[in-house]
């Protein structure tokens, strides 16, 4: 069964730091790279970063030297370390394969608000 759960969003302050957990069940999960997204209300949702199972990442430049993804391929599990949080950080954070549209599956994601 594919499914796919978010966890860790939270109201933090400009400069906080959050860890975000995705447990990414199914087969087309664990042998493929999987990402983070987010979403603001009424824009498009952008790709933040990926991990490949064997642990290479890239990273959205605008995060590279703020955000670490890693993954625990046994567990079925990414996740999100994300520090120097701006407010220009808030948003509905998803995981999901590198490579998912609009048109796959999705998961509920998890809010992340960032406000003094």
């Known amino acids: 069964q594919v499914q796919l759960v978010e966890s860790g969003g939270d109201f933090v302050q400009p400069g906080g730091s959050l860890t975000l957990s995705c447990v990414a069940s199914?087969?087309?999960?664990?042998?493929?790279?999987l990402a983070w997204y987010r979403q603001i209300p009424g824009k498009t949702r952008e790709l933040l970063a990926t991990i490949t199972p064997g642990g290479r990442s890239t990273y959205r430049p605008s995060v590279k030297d703020r955000f670490t993804i890693s993954r625990d391929v046994a567990k079925d599990t990414v996740s999100l370390q994300m520090n120097g949080l701006k407010p220009e950080d808030t948003a509905t954070y998803f995981c999901?394969?590198?490579?998912?549209?609009?048109?796959?599956?999705w998961g509920q994601g998890t809010q992340v608000t960032v406000s003094s």
């Open positions: 999901n394969t590198a490579y998912a549209t609009d048109r796959d599956y």
């Open positions: 199914g087969d087309i999960f664990s042998r493929n790279p």
